[in-house]
């Protein structure tokens, strides 16, 4: 995507940001100077505010993340086990649609166990999506603790905790969805920051106090007329990167900064192998109809031709080796 641009790519890992001197170091102490700079750092799993988080339940943010759950499936899979016992910690759209795939993988060996600690899972999302959510975990026989708090993690089971009654459930595999916390190289930084450690920002993207920070994403707390948070979607940081983009042009070719204003075009979920959740601009769709759909949403917003293609080409490869692998 970087190629023939004039953008300078450096991979690294940023290890301080110096405000007052505009300017960031990487891991490897090279130094980096700006005029303007965008912050755009993502959550980080916040596996350690519970004991045994970090010891015994895999995350699912990255690809690393997806190996660690391959690996572990494959084992217990191979086990001479009756049954495979899954709790999956946080109810959000990650936590739906890893328990409706990991449903279906598993088949009748699999035991699955959603835990939210709200009244219901999907909170930013819409009634439909919700609702057609529960019936494929219904349909998927997954077993659903809402209003549950996880009191404790150990390597063979989970302390729940149901208003105030203390279950201990054991489990062979964990997996944790919870929303993600702000990086920690935020909360170092001299600037205002919310509650949950977020850079406050105005209605331009610029943090509060620095007017030459922007951020966007999950590092920023950006918020819509009425005072609300944005959720913490992708929807929302490519809306703002745009935004983000052009005040930062502006800001130097003396041109008027558009305050940003989220547009929801819709939402859409997988629930397994073959059916989804649309909802959005007048549509509600669920099922393979709105699977089929929402990939061919995704494919269109792809980047470029060839990130099309490649994805294409996965898509219909993938059926053919999973058989020719049987």
Not at 78 to 86: C, N
Not at 188 to 197: D, F, M, Q, W, Y
């Amino acid at each position: 995507m970087l190629a023939n641009t004039p953008v300078d790519f450096q991979q690294g890992t940023v290890t301080a940001i110096d405000v007052n001197n505009h300017k960031i170091t990487l891991d490897n102490q090279k130094d980096i100077c700006y005029d303007r700079l965008v912050i755009a750092l993502g959550g980080q799993s916040s596996l350690d505010f519970l004991p045994g988080a970090r010891t015994h339940a895999i995350p699912f943010r990255s690809l690393e993340d997806a190996y660690r759950l391959r690996d572990r499936l494959k084992t217990l899979e191979q086990s001479d086990r009756d049954k495979i016992r899954v709790a999956i910690i946080g109810g959000g759209y990650s936590g739906v649609e890893l328990a409706c795939k990991l449903a279906e993988r598993l088949g009748e060996r699999g035991r699955i166990r959603l835990i939210e600690r709200n009244s219901d899972i999907l909170g930013p999302s819409t009634q439909f999506n919700r609702d057609t959510a529960k019936k494929a975990l219904e349909k998927r026989l997954v077993w659903l603790d809402l209003e549950t708090t996880v009191a404790d993690i150990q390597a063979d089971r989970l302390s729940l905790d149901y208003k105030g009654q203390i279950d201990n459930i054991p489990v062979d595999l964990i997996l944790w969805t919870v929303s993600p916390i702000a990086s920690p190289l935020l909360a170092n930084l001299p600037i205002a920051h919310s509650e949950r450690k977020l850079l406050k920002v105005n209605q331009y993207l610029q943090t509060v106090e620095n007017p030459s920070i922007y951020a966007i994403g999950d590092a920023a707390d950006s918020r819509d007329q009425e005072d609300k948070p944005y959720a913490a979607t992708a929807q929302v940081a490519l809306q703002q990167s745009d935004y983000c983009a052009w005040n930062i042009w502006a800001s130097f070719h003396d041109k008027p900064a558009l305050p940003f204003r989220y547009q929801p075009l819709g939402e859409m979920l997988t629930l397994g192998v073959d059916e989804a959740a649309i909802s959005g601009l007048g549509l509600e769709l669920a099922g393979p109809l709105a699977h089929l759909t929402r990939r061919l949403v995704y494919l269109y917003r792809l980047p470029t031709l060839n990130h099309q293609i490649a994805v294409a080409f996965n898509w219909i490869t993938q059926p053919l080796l999973s058989l020719i692998s049987e």
